[in-house]
């Protein structure tokens, strides 16, 4: 067993039994717990390439370009062809409600199996939500404000969509207005920027250097017929070379550049329990915030400064149900990222993104069902790779 899940585990075990008799004494002036989760298995057949790290979700970034080419290859380069089973998705959560004397303290902490960073490719824990919020005040890591996670279509694919604005962050948040499903809201949130270096004249060693939080905010409705929202973002974006001292044509080691960008979303309903999600997202230097895409700041052509990099994120999926037991989505989604440049030719330019699926609900907490996806990357010098798929999965909730 993975030696950080075998920890984690006996850290929990203990914690259930405690939860196990917090539930029994559930009086209105005690702690209420809640468990939930779900158990997910996923079946993919990956008709071309990939890289392999990334292979148990479709990301379009992860799409190897350049093969084959010695050295230069992308990471994932090989035949096509593979075929993967995964249980990464399996998600663990814990809801606490307690009463004290300034209002109800609501906390929650989830993670599932999907292992990034140091742990990409592997069943590993991923902390998604650890927050507590009390009254108008939340503090800990969450859905940043930035983002709407209600259009997130009803699908099967982990990752989902490569031209959504996706991003838990760490922030501190105040909602002074949350009444007649009206809500705006104000967060810092944890700062970071992906940094190109640029050609290969460029030297390695470029850094994001973090001085200041983002500053988002975010104001919503929920009416009868769904819910709009607008969001923005405002960042300071620092680079730095510690290394460098001195390069020939770099007179600049260090410096920053403003960011920022607007999100509109909305979910409509249509027919019955149909929705249509749809996003539009804009600004300059916001790819920490996109759930699939490129970088923040990048060099400009003449490599002597930076600049922070503009990006269109958008997406149109469609929710229909045909029936108690059986539902569909289908939709397409796009970032398309202005390239500097000094960027070299091997940077993403554009991803590609669609799916459609068929899935089966034949009880309660029980989903069966089947998703065929195609994803595309661009780069900046205009060559593309395609990856088809098409996955089946049985989740089991609790």
């Not at 039994?17 to 990956?46: H, N, S, T, W």
């Not at 050295?71 to 959560?93: F, H, P, W, Y």
């Not at 661009?378 to 996955?391: F, H, I, L, P, Y």
């Amino acid at each position: 067993m993975n030696a950080k899940i075998a920890a984690y585990l006996g850290a929990i075990i203990p914690l259930l039994a405690v939860i196990g008799l917090v539930q029994e004494a559930r009086a209105e002036d005690k702690p209420r717990v809640e468990i939930y989760g779900f158990v997910q298995m996923d079946a993919i057949y990956d008709a071309n390439k990939v890289d392999p790290n990334w292979a148990s979700t479709l990301r379009p970034s992860k799409i190897p370009v350049n093969c084959p080419g010695g050295a230069g290859n992308d990471n994932g380069c090989g035949e096509d062809g593979k075929t993967i089973m995964s249980v990464r998705q399996s998600r663990l959560g814990f809801k606490a409600n307690a009463p004290t004397e300034l209002g109800e303290l609501q906390t929650k902490f989830e993670f599932d199996m999907f292992g990034v960073g140091v742990d990409e490719g592997q069943t590993t824990v991923r902390l998604r939500h650890a927050y507590g919020e009390l009254g108008d005040f939340l503090a800990g890591q969450t859905n940043s404000l930035f983002m709407d996670g209600d259009v997130f279509p009803n699908t099967i694919d982990y990752w989902g969509p490569t031209g959504m604005i996706f991003f838990r962050n760490i922030q501190m948040r105040w909602t002074p207005v949350h009444s007649d499903g009206m809500k705006f809201a104000l967060a810092l949130e944890g700062p970071g920027a992906a940094i190109d270096a640029g050609n290969a004249s460029n030297p390695d060693g470029w850094q994001s250097w973090n001085k200041y939080p983002d500053l988002t905010a975010q104001l919503r409705t929920d009416q009868a017929w769904g819910h709009a929202q607008v969001a923005g973002v405002v960042r300071w974006l620092g680079y730095q070379n510690p290394n460098l001292t001195s390069y020939p044509g770099i007179t600049k080691t260090s410096g920053n550049v403003n960011g920022g960008g607007i999100n509109l979303t909305g979910s409509f309903k249509t027919v019955g329990k149909d929705l249509l999600h749809v996003q539009l997202a804009y600004g300059n230097g916001i790819a920490n915030y996109s759930n699939d895409c490129c970088v923040d700041v990048a060099p400009n052509a003449a490599l002597n400064d930076a600049e922070a990099v503009p990006l269109l994120d958008w997406l149109v999926y469609y929710d229909h149900f045909w029936s108690p037991k059986w539902s569909s989505s289908i939709g397409y989604s796009q970032n398309v990222q202005d390239n500097t440049g000094g960027q070299a030719g091997s940077a993403q330019h554009r991803g590609d993104y669609a799916s459609a699926n068929l899935l089966y609900y034949p009880a309660k907490n029980v989903m069966v069902g089947g998703e065929l996806m195609s994803g595309v990357r661009e780069n900046k010098d205009g060559k593309s790779a395609t990856d088809n798929r098409v996955q089946f999965s049985a989740k089991y909730s609790f």
